[in-house]
C-alpha cells in the first residue's frame, strides 16, 4: 500500500491554544504518516514549537482533538507521549550538564533498574555507546554533558531517538547547528526509519532541506494553517510567499571589500590551554565579513570563546587596532572592543528571567543611563528601536525574554550587541533557527556594519550562507586553519575537502585528552580552595589534624553524608523529594519513643532502631506512591507530605525533646568502633 493512502498514525483536529496576549495557533488541524516526513514551516513566531509542544505532551490544547493510531488522546505529560513512542529532538537541546553524557541519554527513557531501586549502570553505559556509535564521532559518554558543544549536544539527543523504537520522531531544527557531513548523516538515518515505518515531523528554515526530505508540508502563519499538501504541488517562491505572507526578495551573493581594509582583529599563534586548537593566526579587516566554516568540534567555538575570554591560552597573541589585549575574562575583551554573540543562546546568550529590555541593553548601561542611575525609558525606547529594527516579534519590551520564541531570541542576543557598538563582532551561527526574512535582515545588518568600519567574523555550518555572505574564509580543522579562501573564487566542493580530515588524521584520542584537562581545569580550583582552607585551619586552630579531631568531623558529616547519597538517588531517579529532614525526624521520633517502653535494653534497642528505619523506609515509599499513582509533580507531594510528617513528629513527642533513654544505647552510640567514634 501507498504510504499516502495509509491512515494518520498522529493527527490534531482543529486545536487552538493561547497564552496572555497571544494566539499561538486557532483551529489547526496537521497529521503525519507511518513512513513520511512532513515538513511544519513558517517564521518565528508562526506557531510552530506549540503544535510540536502539543504533539509531546509539553502542553495542552485548549480546545481541539488529538488522535492516536485513530483513537483520541490525550496526554498529560510528556512521559505518556514517549511511552507511545512519541520522541522529540528539540531545536535547543537543554541537557543535565553536570551528569553524563550516558546518564542524560537514559534518562530520556528512565534510568533501567532491578527489584525497583538499583540502577543497571552497565546498561546505561552499553545504550549510550550503541547510540553513539552511529555518529562516528568520538565522544566520551563519562563525560559531564555540559561540556558538550551545542552542535554534540544535538547530536547525541538525535542519535538517542534514531536507535530508540520510536513511532513518531519530532525533528526541531535538527541540522541548525550541523555542517554537510553531519547533516548528511541525519538524513541517511531519516530515509532509514522511512523505510521502517516511522511517521517524522521535520521543522526547519532551510527551503533545500525541506524539498529534498518532504513527502507533505503545511504552513503556518501567525497561528492559523494557510497551506498544506504534497511537496510536488509547490514551488519554493510559493512557499516562501505563504510563510511570510507577501514576496520575498532573495539576498545576492555580497561582492568583496578588497584587500585594503584597515585590520582591526589580528590574532597570531593562538593556542588554548586545553588543547582544542593550536596555532591559529588570523586578520579580520574592518569593513569586511570573515567567515569560519569546519566540522563539529573542530575549533571554531573554542577559538571564538578564548578571544573573547571565556577560556585560557597557552600561547599567542590578539591584538585589536593595533593595541595588543590580553583579554582574561569578557569585560576585559568588551573594553577592547570585542563583542560576542554565543551559539548557545539559552544557556550563554540569555537571562530567560529577565524582560526584553533587560536582556537587550546589559552591553550599553553605561551609555544609557544619567549619571549614576538607570534611565529605564531610554532603555526602552533603545530596545524598541532594535525590536524594530530585527523584526523582534514580542507583546511588549518588558515580556521575560524566555517567552520568545527561538528565532526572537536569537535578535535579542544580536540587538545587545549592535547597541554596543564594537570593533569587532564575533557571531557563532547567528541565524541559527532564524527564520527567512529573519536571516535577510540580519545579514543585511550584517553588511551595514561592515560597511561602517566593524570586522565581522562569522562563524557557521551552513556553506551557502558562508559562501554568500562573507568575504573571506577560513576553514578549521583539527584545531588547525587548514585553507583560507576569497569566497568570490571559492567552490563547495573546496571548501567541504578542506574541512574534512585526512586519512592520517584521526586524532582520535585528543578529544579524550582535551575532556581530561577541562575537568581538570574546571575542578582543580576548588580542590584547591579546600586544601587552602584545611591549611589555614591547620596553621591556626590548635590539633586540627589531629585523628580524634578529624574523626570527629567524620562523625559528624555522617548522617547528612548519608542523607546526601539519599537524595542524590532519588534525583538520579528523575525525581526529588524536600521532605527529607522531616522523614528523618520522624524516624528519629519513633526510634526514641520505642527506646523509652518499659522493657529491657536487650529488647528496645533492636526494637527501636529497626522501628525507626521501617518508619523512614515506609515514608519515603509513601511519597513515591502517591507521586507516581496520583501522576503529580514529586515536589508537590512532598511539600505536601514534608508538613504532615512534622504534624505527625509534634503529636508524637509534643514538641518536646527526647531524653533520659537507656544507658546501653548511648554507650553504643558514642564508643569508638574501629577507632571512629558513633555518630547517633
Same mark, same amino acid.
Given at each position: 500500500m501507498n504510504v499516502h493512502d495509509a491512515a494518520p498514525l498522529i493527527e490534531l483536529v482543529g486545536v487552538s491554544r493561547s497564552y496572555p496576549g497571544v494566539r499561538a495557533l486557532d483551529r489547526v488541524s496537521f497529521d503525519v504518516l507511518p513512513g513520511e516526513v512532513h515538513a511544519l514551516v513558517g517564521e518565528n513566531g508562526a506557531g510552530k514549537s506549540t503544535l510540536i509542544n502539543i504533539l509531546s505532551g509539553l502542553v495542552a490544547a485548549d480546545s481541539g482533538d488529538i488522535r492516536f493510531a485513530g483513537r483520541p488522546i490525550r496526554w498529560d505529560n510528556p512521559i505518556q507521549a514517549r511511552r507511545h513512542g512519541i520522541l522529540t529532538v528539540h531545536q535547543e537541546a537543554e541537557l543535565f550538564p553536570t551528569l553524563s553524557?550516558?546518564?542524560?541519554?537514559?534518562?530520556?527513557?528512565?534510568?533501567?533498574?532491578?527489584?525497583?531501586?538499583?540502577?543497571?549502570?552497565?546498561?546505561?553505559?552499553k545504550e549510550a555507546?550503541?547510540?553513539?556509535?552511529?555518529? *562516528? &564521532?568520538?565522544?566520551? =559518554?563519562?563525560?559531564?554533558?555540559?561540556r558538550l558543544s551545542v552542535a554534540m549536544r544535538h547530536m547525541t539527543q538525535i542519535a538517542a531517538a534514531v536507535t530508540r523504537r520510536a513511532r513518531v520522531l519530532i525533528l526541531d531544527e535538527p541540522t541548525s547547528a550541523l555542517t554537510a557531513r553531519e547533516t548528511d548523516w541525519l538524513f541517511d538515518q531519516i530515509a532509514r526509519l522511512k523505510r521502517d515505518g516511522v511517521a517524522i515531523v521535520y521543522i526547519s528554515h532551510r527551503q533545500e532541506e525541506v524539498f529534498?526530505?518532504?513527502?507533505?508540508?503545511?504552513?503556518?502563519?501567525?497561528?492559523?494553517?494557510?497551506?498544506?499538501?504534497?511537496?510536488?504541488?509547490?514551488?519554493?517562491?510559493?512557499?516562501?510567499?505563504?510563510?511570510?505572507?507577501?514576496?520575498?526578495?532573495?539576498?545576492?551573493?555580497?561582492?568583496?571589500?578588497?584587500?585594503?581594509?584597515?585590520?582591526?582583529?589580528?590574532?597570531?599563534?593562538?593556542?588554548?590551554?586545553?588543547?582544542?586548537?593550536?596555532?591559529?593566526?588570523?586578520?579580520?579587516?574592518?569593513?569586511?565579513?570573515?567567515?569560519?566554516?569546519?566540522?563539529?568540534?573542530?575549533?571554531?567555538? &573554542?577559538?571564538?570563546?578564548?578571544?573573547?575570554?571565556?577560556?585560557?591560552?597557552? *600561547?599567542?597573541?590578539?591584538?585589536?587596532?593595533?593595541?595588543?589585549?590580553?583579554?582574561?575574562?569578557?569585560?576585559?575583551?568588551?573594553?577592547?572592543?570585542?563583542?560576542?554573540?554565543? &551559539?548557545?543562546?539559552?544557556?550563554?546568550?540569555?537571562?530567560?528571567g529577565l524582560s526584553v529590555r533587560a536582556n537587550t541593553?546589559?552591553?550599553?548601561?553605561?551609555?544609557?543611563?544619567?549619571?549614576?542611575?538607570?534611565?529605564?525609558?531610554? &532603555?526602552?525606547?533603545?530596545?524598541?528601536?532594535?525590536?524594530?529594527?530585527?523584526?523582534? !516579534?514580542?507583546?511588549?519590551?518588558?515580556?521575560?525574554?524566555?517567552?520568545?520564541?527561538?528565532?526572537?531570541?536569537? !535578535?535579542?542576543?544580536?540587538a545587545r550587541w549592535l547597541l554596543a557598538n564594537p570593533k569587532v563582532l564575533i557571531l557563532d551561527e547567528p541565524t541559527r533557527g532564524v527564520d527567512l526574512g529573519a536571516k535577510a535582515e540580519i545579514h543585511r545588518l550584517l553588511a551595514k556594519l561592515a560597511a561602517s568600519g566593524v570586522a565581522i567574523v562569522m562563524i557557521s555550518s551552513d556553506l551557502a550562507e558562508v559562501l554568500a555572505h562573507s568575504d573571506r574564509l577560513a576553514v578549521f580543522r583539527e584545531g588547525q586553519i587548514a585553507r583560507e579562501f576569497n569566497t568570490c573564487d571559492?567552490?563547495?566542493?573546496?571548501? #567541504?575537502?578542506?574541512?574534512l580530515p585526512t586519512e592520517n588524521e584521526t586524532h582520535i584520542a585528543s578529544p579524550r585528552r582535551a575532556i581530561r584537562a577541562r575537568h581538570f581545569s574546571s575542578e582543580a580550583p576548588l580542590a584547591c580552595a579546600l586544601a587552602a582552607v584545611f591549611?589555614?585551619?591547620?596553621? #591556626?586552630?590548635?590539633?586540627?589534624?589531629?585523628?580524634?579531631?578529624?574523626?570527629?568531623?567524620?562523625?559528624?558529616?555522617?548522617?547528612?553524608? =548519608?542523607?546526601?547519597?539519599?537524595?542524590?538517588?532519588v534525583i538520579l531517579a528523575g525525581a526529588i523529594d524536600i521532605s527529607l529532614g522531616s522523614i528523618?525526624?520522624?524516624?528519629?521520633?519513633?526510634?526514641?519513643?520505642?527506646? !523509652?517502653?518499659?522493657?529491657?535494653?536487650?529488647?528496645?534497642?533492636?526494637?527501636?532502631?529497626?522501628?525507626?528505619?521501617?518508619?523512614?523506609?515506609?515514608?519515603?515509599?509513601t511519597n513515591a506512591v502517591l507521586s507516581i499513582l496520583g501522576r503529580v509533580h514529586p515536589i508537590v507531594i512532598t511539600l505536601g507530605t514534608m508538613t504532615i510528617y512534622r504534624g505527625m513528629l509534634l503529636g508524637l513527642t509534643g514538641g518536646d525533646t527526647i531524653t533520659d533513654l537507656p544507658r546501653p544505647f548511648t554507650s553504643w552510640t558514642t564508643s569508638s568502633k574501629g577507632g571512629l567514634p558513633g555518630s547517633a
Open positions: 553524557v550516558a546518564e542524560n541519554m537514559a534518562l530520556e527513557q528512565g534510568l533501567p533498574v532491578t527489584w525497583g531501586f538499583w540502577v543497571e549502570w552497565w546498561r546505561v553505559r555507546a550503541s547510540a553513539i556509535a552511529v555518529l *562516528g &564521532e568520538p565522544v566520551d =559518554i563519562r563525560q559531564p554533558a555540559g529534498r526530505l518532504a513527502d507533505r508540508i503545511t504552513v503556518l502563519r501567525d497561528g492559523h494553517r494557510v497551506w498544506s499538501g504534497r511537496r510536488e504541488n509547490i514551488d519554493r517562491d510559493e512557499l516562501i510567499r505563504h510563510m511570510v505572507g507577501r514576496e520575498y526578495a532573495a539576498t545576492i551573493r555580497r561582492a568583496s571589500a578588497g584587500p585594503t581594509s584597515r585590520e582591526r582583529l589580528v590574532v597570531q599563534a593562538l593556542t588554548s590551554a586545553d588543547g582544542r586548537f593550536s596555532d591559529i593566526s588570523l586578520t579580520a579587516r574592518g569593513g569586511e565579513i570573515l567567515a569560519l566554516y569546519g566540522l563539529v568540534g573542530s575549533g571554531r567555538t &573554542e577559538w571564538a570563546q578564548t578571544v573573547f575570554g571565556l577560556a585560557r591560552t597557552s *600561547g599567542g597573541t590578539i591584538t585589536v587596532d593595533g593595541r595588543r589585549v590580553n583579554p582574561r575574562n569578557p569585560a576585559d575583551a568588551v573594553a577592547a572592543g570585542i563583542a560576542y554573540l554565543p &551559539e548557545d543562546r539559552l544557556r550563554e546568550g540569555l537571562f530567560r541593553v546589559l552591553a550599553a548601561l553605561r551609555e544609557l543611563s544619567r549619571g549614576a542611575l538607570a534611565s529605564v525609558r531610554r &532603555e526602552q525606547d533603545a530596545t524598541r528601536d532594535q525590536a524594530q529594527s530585527l523584526g523582534i !516579534k514580542c507583546r511588549g519590551v518588558e515580556q521575560p525574554v524566555g517567552e520568545l520564541s527561538g528565532g526572537n531570541q536569537q !535578535k535579542v542576543v544580536l571559492a567552490t563547495p566542493e573546496q571548501v #567541504t575537502s578542506a574541512a591549611v589555614a585551619l591547620g596553621l #591556626t586552630t590548635h590539633s586540627f589534624f589531629s585523628f580524634a579531631n578529624l574523626s570527629g568531623l567524620l562523625a559528624s558529616a555522617s548522617i547528612l553524608t =548519608i542523607l546526601s547519597l539519599g537524595a542524590a538517588l528523618l525526624a520522624l524516624s528519629a521520633g519513633v526510634g526514641g519513643s520505642l527506646l !523509652k517502653l518499659p522493657y529491657a535494653a536487650e529488647v528496645v534497642m533492636p526494637l527501636a532502631v529497626c522501628g525507626g528505619l521501617a518508619t523512614g523506609a515506609v515514608l519515603g515509599l
